[in-house]
């Protein structure tokens, strides 16, 4: 086995599963790009450059992502010690100053004596016993990304990602909705349908077609919209289009006036456990925002939980679900782990956190110890599950309560329950960083 560990990509996954694997005295060769070469996206020389928005979301133990980053501050992670250090007033969300959060990152990561940095393009995924975690980032290089696809057996990877909402079963009012697939197949209860009355329809239709939508970069327009139609596009082309498209009312009848809706939205179930459920043919460029006001005026989920909003941008990422184990170990060559978006995660802190699990775990191969995996009841825990599990509609997720398990005692009230949930995976994140 090699005298080091190799970690291709600089960004945030990469710099954490660094950090984690020098914390632990291995020595790490990273490869970064940067200044030689620079994604459409990236501009600064700097590490863990952070090119949309500047929040790391909210600090609140209530929120998913806030008890995302209190997880991986109990396993000193650095990545989010530094933007503790350099935050700037944003209420209760841990918002940083972009450069010097970039500019920290690296100072950190050069002063490691452990760490080696080398700044050039990475082409070729090494064949030998090298154990390699790959983290080159939802804009990775067409060479890199070549590679990735040989050595993961895909004849290509994800090129975007045109997702739709998901919602928590829970907050979908079933006394509108009801279950079951088109003309009335008894067999399919994956599905609940949403119907529309004519005049709830075009108020939708109004409301949908003068949104706000995010702005793209300039090199992703062609790809995204060449591959996937965003549901405020197929609006605006006729009021009626999307009642032709994926709001076809035909095959349903609406159990409470026995007769065929004027539309009808179907959300398809998301997870094995049946709580979380995506709206169908939503794939949408709409501000977050928006999607909440607008898609909250679809029958049935006017108090609809949003665990996920769309999105459609450019993002590299292979299917997960069926090539990596919980530790983002590839399962077909154990020298390799992925981390970051590539891996099937979504978000900063997301990313984050995948790069300290697979730091980690890469650190106790190198020492051939046992494997390291999170229990479920934790968020890093529930996302390392989540991108594991088999799952033929895969597409990237974030840190939200409805992937983790529910607890014992049945809790009415969001915020208490999201306090017990809290409590239980902090305990769980102490006890096994006794462990580790």
């Known amino acids: 086995m090699k005298e080091y560990i190799n970690v291709i990509g600089g960004g945030l996954a990469g710099c954490e599963a660094a950090y984690q694997i020098a914390k632990r005295g291995i020595k790490v060769y990273l490869y970064e790009m940067k200044p030689q070469k620079f994604s459409p996206a990236h501009s600064n020389k700097n590490l863990g450059e952070i090119v949309c928005s500047n929040s790391f979301k909210s600090n609140a133990l209530t929120n998913a992502c806030g008890l995302l980053k209190e997880e991986l501050r109990i396993f ?41 940095i080398i700044r050039e393009e990475y082409t070729k995924i090494p064949e030998d016993d090298a154990i390699t975690i790959i983290a080159t980032g939802p804009l990775t290089s067409e060479k890199m990304s070549l590679q990735i696809a040989k050595l993961t057996g895909n004849d290509k990877l994800y090129f975007y990602d045109a997702a739709a909402p998901i919602v928590s079963k829970e907050s979908i009012d079933m006394n509108i909705g009801f279950l079951g697939d088109r003309y009335g197949k008894e067999s ?8 529309f009355t004519k ?22 327009k062609k790809e995204i919209f060449e591959g996937c139609m965003p549901i405020e596009i197929m609006a605006k082309r006729g009021q009626d289009t999307m009642r032709y498209g994926p709001l076809k009312p035909v095959g349903f009848t609406d159990p409470r006036t026995n007769s065929r809706p004027y539309a009808i939205v179907q959300l ?24 909440k006001r607008v898609f909250s005026m679809i029958p049935g989920l006017e108090n609809a939980e949003f665990i996920k909003y769309g999105v459609m941008h450019r993002n590299t990422y292979i299917n997960s679900s069926n ?17 970051g978006q590539i891996s099937g995660v979504e978000g900063y802190v997301e990313s984050i956190a995948s790069g300290l699990i697979a730091g980690i775990n890469a650190a106790l191969k190198y020492r051939e110890e046992n494997r390291v995996t999170f229990p479920e009841d934790t968020v890093m825990g529930a996302l390392s599950k989540y991108i594991s599990t088999p799952n033929n509609k895969f597409q990237p997720m974030n840190a939200n309560f409805g992937i983790l398990p529910p607890l014992e ?28």
């Open 188 to 195: 399919d209860n994956s599905y609940i349908n949403l119907p």
């Open 76 to 116: 000193d992670s650095l990545l989010i010690k530094c933007a503790d250090k350099v935050k700037v007033p944003a209420g209760q969300a841990l918002a940083v100053d972009r450069e010097k959060f970039a500019k920290m990152v690296t100072e950190e990561i050069e002063k490691n004596e452990n760490i080696k």
């Open 199 to 220: 005049e709830e329809y075009e108020k939708f239709y109004n409301e949908l077609i003068n949104a706000e939508v995010v702005t793209l970069h300039d090199f992703e």
């Open 268 to 291: 398809r179930q998301d997870n094995s456990d049946g709580t979380l459920y995506n709206l169908v043919g939503f794939q949408t460029n709409l501000k977050f925002g928006e999607q």
């Open 323 to 339: 090539l990596l184990d919980e530790t983002f170990n590839l399962k077909s060559n154990s020298n390799i782990y992925f981390a």
């Open 409 to 436: 005692e049945k809790i009415k009230d969001k915020i208490k329950r999201y306090e017990q949930m809290s409590n239980r995976s902090l305990k769980a994140c102490k006890n096994l960083h006794n462990m580790v």
